[in-house]
């Protein structure tokens, strides 16, 4: 298993593992392109891939311009392994070293996501649009997080 970060030549994997997730389903595939990651990876912030035998099985992407977590998606093939911790774990590391601002992610209500981030220390901040719940996580919590 390597974590390592993303490149545009994988988007195209990137891409099926977003459409393959059991939750947080899109209602559109087509609304986030492969034009918006590669710039969410490449202009807006920076991606990360989880690689095993050469197939991506999850990813993640955080926009420094909004200070949003873009995305955190596994293959549900390979949920429970801890691949979503690394990957959650080596973005945060890297956002907070680029800026001290604090971070956010809308999840759906009632999803392992919510329970995922609920664990990792994120504080529910109340809601992003009518289906997600909002979370933050400060510098300083992270810090903490990092530092138990």
Known sequence: ???REA???DIKQIQIVRNAVKENILSNPNLVTDQDCEVFITVRGKGWVCEI???IVGF???????NNIWALF???EFEGKGIGQLLHNTMLD???????TTVWLGTGFNTRAEK????????EVG??????IKFEMTYDDWVKIRNQ
């Not at 890297?94 to 001290?100: A, D, L, V």
């Not at 809601?127 to 997600?132: A, L, R, S, V």
């Open 1 to 3: 298993m390597i974590i």
């Open 7 to 9: 490149k545009i030549p």
């Open 53 to 55: 035998d050469k197939h």
């Open 60 to 66: 993640a992407i955080a926009d420094l311009k909004e």
């Open 74 to 76: 596994l293959d549900p």
């Open 94 to 100: 890297w956002y907070f070293s680029q800026t001290k």
């Open 116 to 123: 995922f981030y609920r664990k990792a220390g994120w504080t």
């Open 127 to 132: 809601t992003h649009g009518p289906k997600e």
